[in-house]
């Protein structure tokens, strides 16, 4: 096949969220989804691969597109329709999370389910099915999703709902952007009655105490664990809990003023807190930060109950904007296994101690309670996931060798993983996780939708092509 050369000029380095990872690629940032018909036959021609971008908030490589093309889809920001009645909004792809809450919430409605973050667009959101910390209750994104349009790689437009094409909308939600591109999105709203939560904190001494207090309050709004990964002996799995509940307009107004997250944490201005932090990103620091957080917590916040933002609660994870920064140069990775409650103390515990024996313990570990749904790539199990953070060392192979061994374990207790935070997932491990007739269904859709094999990106050629 004869190729077409690209422009030079649309050359760009691209990283994954934790800057673990620097590609090179040639990037496109279209306006309007009538271009992307154009992009495919583009591609075709200059015989390269496309792969899709949202905000680039997945920890690993399901962004990234080494050598090859990525779409760039932030461009595409439109709410195309709102209905302040029904909660029922259609946006495009590129509209973050944080334009939806800001769009809907001063009318009483809030994004169902949120990541940590409200920086992801809702493309990137659907493509990894997302889950809050309340995945017990409201299940994943993809279960709030009335339909959606795409435009597919073999030049065909869809839309698909639960009830139409609805074999294509149960894959392409979870699908990671391998099958096509959501054009557009209509997502149902949550009724809200206040712009905050009443939330309350406590704490238990070990991983048993966490799991069974996240288990027991599984059927509240949002729970979830903040597990210290340093903790040892006895203390292994140590943490602090925090669920939350909503409440009335009667316990709290809805506010109407400026729900923006603070500018100042404890006094001290956000922007200088990177650098207070940083000298504490390594072993003996974390262990000293989250002992005495431990501690303190265990005194100052013992079931102790108050309203918080909607927004302070469930976005905590933006309080300090660049913060995976501090981890260095080498950047960070995360490590998010799904385990079925009955196995999940005795996995979790081997991968603490596992972690913690190899001298990388996890820096920020963060648990909560799932439910299994439908969608062809799941990573939902019932039971519980451990998502941990671990800074890159200076010899990264240490920390490959260490999640090769983690994933292991999680295989053997019947865990399960997620594309948007993995980065060193193998092929064979990927196979043990989705089986084989669900690789099986994904190829034969791709068949379908993308006969050509343009939708690809790292993380597709590291672990799910066959
Ligand atoms: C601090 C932090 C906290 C997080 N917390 C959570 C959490 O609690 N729960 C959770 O589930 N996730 C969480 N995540 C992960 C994040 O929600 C997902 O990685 C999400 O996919 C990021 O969206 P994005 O727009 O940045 O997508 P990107 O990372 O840019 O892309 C993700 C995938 O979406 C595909 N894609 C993007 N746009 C489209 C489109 N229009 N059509 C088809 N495919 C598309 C891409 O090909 C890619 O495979 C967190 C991430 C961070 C950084």
Known sequence: MSTAPLPLHNISRLENF?????RVAYVFRPEHT???????????????TIGLR????????????????????????????????????????????EQLWRHALPQGWWPPVVPGTMFPTLGGCLAANIH???????????????????????????????????????????????????????????????????VTGWTQPNLAGMLAEVDANKDEDYIVG??????????LGRGQLHRATYVHADEAPPTRSNLDLPASIMGIPKAILPPLMAPFVNNFGVGLVNFAKYTANRVLENHKSYLQSLVEFNFLLDYIPGWERIYGRNGLVQHQ??????????????????????????YLSVLKRHRPDKFLLSHAVDGYSLALDFRVPSDPARLVALAAELDAIVLAGGGRFYFAKDGMLSAEHTQQFLGAATLAKLSELKHQTDPQHLLQH????????S
């Open 18 to 22: 934790g800057h673990s990872l620097k």
């Open 34 to 48: 009538d271009e992307l018909p154009a992009l495919f036959e583009q591609a075709g021609r200059a015989g390269l």
């Open 54 to 97: 949202g905000a680039g908030r997945s920890y690993g490589d399901a962004a990234l597109n080494a050598g090859h093309i990525v779409l760039d889809l932030r461009g595409l920001t439109r709410i195309l329709d709102w209905d302040a009645d029904t909660g029922i909004i259609r946006a495009e792809p590129g509209v973050t999370i």
């Open 132 to 198: 809050g910390k309340n995945n017990w209750q409201a299940g994943p994104i993809g279960e709030h999703v009335l339909a959606f349009e795409a435009a597919l790689p073999n030049g065909q437009q869809v839309t698909c709902s639960p009830q139409q094409n609805s074999e294509l909308f149960y894959s392409m939600i979870s699908g990671m952007g391998l099958l096509g591109v959501f054009t557009s999105i209509t997502l149902q709203l949550k009724k809200v009655h206040s712009t905050h939560v009443r």
């Open 226 to 235: 903040w597990l210290d990964g340093c903790a040892r002996g006895s203390a």
């Open 337 to 362: 296994s799904f385990i079925p409650a009955a196995a999940a103390e005795s996995v979790y515990r081997e991968v603490l101690q596992l972690a913690q024996r190899r001298g990388l313990p996890p």
């Open 458 to 465: 790292d993380l597709f050629r590291r672990a799910l092509a």
